[in-house]
């Protein structure tokens, strides 16, 4: 068990900007989720979905959204197939293992280790700026997986694209939220992906 937390690792702190609303229930327990806002350096926010289960909810009171107070998460990143046809078809959110109170700048910090599951995808920016799409397959309990999309730049991203399916892989950086618009019957619709911008990767 402590093999598959050391391959995908998060920690956050950050505000609470929505409150915890049911998600579901599962082996006689039931899930909570709501969003943690982190501020990155630039003054840009990421708004991670954060999911609880309700005994953890329970043993501290969350801030009312807005109020300012620093929440810190430690937990994993997970993935979930949307199969409704309502928002998007792949979920991500952090699955939280700890919650605290905490003052401190805000973090936003991810170390996964995992299988590259689908090919590189590597391509410039109109600005000429080099990236290159990855999708990260990590190694959860019970035989499941999560499959993580990632992105690196510059430098990274051209050793990234040489990589081949299968691949293992190590890597840090942070979930990225990033707002952009897409047509749908004539319709324009504001959408947001999430992704882990990579700081740090490696083949292992």
């Not at 991670?48 to 969350?62: D, G, K, P, Y």
């Not at 807005?66 to 979930?80: A, H, N, S, Y």
């Not at 991500?92 to 090919?119: H, M, Q, Y």
């Not at 999560?146 to 430098?155: F, K, R, S, V």
Request: charge should be negative.
């Amino acid at each position: 068990m402590e093999e598959v937390r050391d391959s995908n690792r998060v920690f956050l702190r950050g505000t609470v900007s929505e409150a915890p609303v049911y998600s579901h229930e599962s082996r006689g327990e039931r899930f909570y989720r709501f969003s943690l806002d982190v501020e990155r350096l630039s003054g840009a926010v990421d708004s991670v979905h954060i999911l609880a289960r309700q005994q953890l909810l329970e043993a501290l009171t969350l801030p009312e959204a807005g109020d300012g107070e620093k929440l810190c998460v430690e937990g994993e990143l997970r993935t979930f197939n949307n199969k409704s046809g309502v928002g998007a078809r792949l979920v991500i959110s952090v699955f939280a293992r700890a919650l605290r109170f905490e003052d401190g700048p805000d973090e936003n910090d991810v170390a996964l280790a995992g299988a590259l599951c689908k090919a590189p995808n590597y391509r410039t920016t109109p600005m000429g700026r080099e990236i290159c799409d990855l999708m990260l397959a990590v190694n959860r309990r019970y035989g499941r997986s999560d499959y993580l999309p990632c992105i690196a730049w510059g430098a990274a991203a051209r050793e990234a694209a040489l990589w081949d399916v299968g691949d293992s892989l190590r890597l840090n950086g942070r979930i990225q939220s990033r707002r952009y618009s897409k047509t749908v019957d004539g319709e324009t619709l504001e959408k947001t992906a999430y992704e882990v911008s990579v700081i740090e990767i490696e083949e292992v």
